[in-house]
């Protein structure tokens, strides 16, 4: 499970989507800072030019001219103000740091519960054909015994032809039950990206509840709502539209920056002249035909529908978590109707066998019964793997579904208990 949440695409996407929106909080936070650049220009001209700077220049001193003019500049810049735009841009980064964790934390859930839907998919197939398998051995014991009073002239050939006849189709149903544990198993490995060979069904140990009582339903709701990633990335949209908000504001708003340069002339005979300046930039907003107040309406927008959004979300979760919640309690309310009716059939295939191996029954009721008990284990195999699943469907509506939860819930029954 640990090498799956590494390993397979969605979660490893997830990992590497987080991972951009951290670079992406990083590079906003680093626009705080002082900005420098070096630029460099050879320029050649068609006649002499003067090299270095006019206002340099004093009345004895001639200056230098030459048609081939070097010119080199380092500039830096620092933004004092600029009306909130460069927090608004962190806040809005730092929401989809968020928005990516609650992203990985949703990939893991849903891994995690299609891992444990693929592993007790695999037990009930395995348990399912295990019973077939004995109602295979209950067949061929008939026939057996059909044959053997046919040849005494004790029964009729219409009971031979019978027992075959239930035993050709269970062999075929044989088939099909291999083929669906087959398949489950395979599923099981590729999610685990592991070889098929280690996810037999022999190979799996049976789990069970560690505690079969549901819990609170109305605590759980309030705790899902905390935690689960769904809510979580409602949340992360709505501080984005606030960030987005903030930065359209800004753009009313006069900015106010310190700037500094040094430059150098140079010509091709080697005179070179340095100057350097530094002052403060301030650049106002006048009119722009209305563009920024139409960008502010629609990230006032954008925010509303977030708000509301977190609001679809809180409700999403409780319905979730209600209807996990009354799938769980149905499934635990079954299991013991479904374990007794399965020993209650293999009372009656008991019986109905001791009748007919004294004369006193008929083949076909045996053979009812036995199909009947087969139905019988094979939905208390189904009811079983459904109180665990619906269990893990709950968790998962919680936010609650991880490596740690199915440690602490989730416990393999001891050997004489297994069935």
Same mark, same amino acid.
């Given at each position: 499970m640990k090498r799956s949440l590494i390993l397979v695409p969605s979660v490893a996407a997830a990992r590497a989507q987080q991972r951009q929106a951290e670079e992406g909080l990083a590079a906003e936070k680093g626009a705080r800072g002082p900005r420098g650049a070096l630029n460099g220009w050879a320029t050649q001209y068609q006649k002499p030019t003067v090299v270095g700077p006019i206002h340099g220049f004093s009345p004895g001193q001639f200056p230098d001219f030459d048609r081939t003019v070097l010119q080199g500049q380092f500039s830096t810049s620092y933004t004092l103000w600029d009306g909130g735009a460069t927090g608004a841009r962190i806040a809005a980064a730092g929401s989809q740091v968020g928005g990516a964790e609650a992203a990985l934390g949703a990939a893991e859930q849903d891994l995690a519960a299609r891992v444990a839907a693929a592993y007790l998919t695999a037990l009930g197939k395995a348990r399912t054909l295990a019973a077939h398998d004995q109602r295979l051995a209950a067949l061929e014991a008939e026939l057996a015994r059909a044959r053997r009073l046919l040849d005494a002239g004790k029964a009729p050939q219409v009971e031979v032809i019978r027992a !075959?006849?239930?035993? @050709?189709?269970?062999?075929?149903?044989?088939v099909s039950l291999a083929a @669906?544990?087959?398949n489950a198993e395979r599923d099981l490995a590729r999610l685990l990206d592991a070889p098929v060979e280690e996810t037999?069904?022999?190979?799996?140990?049976? !789990?069970?509840?560690?505690?079969? @009582?549901p819990p609170d339903r !109305?605590?759980?709701?309030?705790?899902?709502i905390e935690r689960s990633p769904a809510v979580a990335q409602a949340r992360v949209q709505l501080a984005m539209a606030e960030a987005n908000v903030t930065l359209a504001v800004s753009a009313l708003r006069p900015e106010l920056r310190a700037v500094a340069n040094l430059n150098d002339w140079a010509s091709s005979k080697g005179n070179a002249d340095t100057e350097w300046n530094a002052g403060l930039q301030v650049t106002v907003p006048l009119f722009d035909g209305g563009t920024v107040r139409r960008r502010i309406a629609q990230a006032q927008a954008g925010r509303a529908a977030a708000a509301e959004?977190?609001?679809?979300?809180?409700?999403?979760v409780r319905e979730a978590i209600d209807r996990a919640a009354a799938a769980a309690e149905e499934a635990q309310a079954r299991i013991e109707s479904l374990a007794r009716a399965a020993d209650r059939y293999a !009372?009656?295939?008991?019986?109905?066998?001791l009748l007919l191996d004294n004369g006193a029954g008929t083949q076909t009721d045996y053979l009812a019964a036995e199909a009947d008990l087969l139905t019988a284990r094979a939905s208390l195999a189904e009811g079983e793997q459904a109180v665990?699943?619906?269990?893990?469907?709950?968790a998962r509506a919680a936010?609650?579904?991880?490596?740690?939860?199915l440690n602490a819930n989730l416990e393999t029954p001891p050997l004489e208990t297994r069935p």
């Open positions: !075959e006849a239930n035993l @050709a189709g269970a062999r075929s149903q044989r @669906a544990l087959d037999r069904a022999p190979r799996l140990a049976p !789990e069970r509840l560690k505690d079969p @009582a !109305e605590a759980l709701a309030k705790a899902a959004q977190v609001r679809l979300a809180d409700a999403q !009372e009656v295939a008991r019986v109905q066998k665990v699943l619906t269990r893990v469907d709950l936010g609650r579904l991880t490596l740690d939860w």
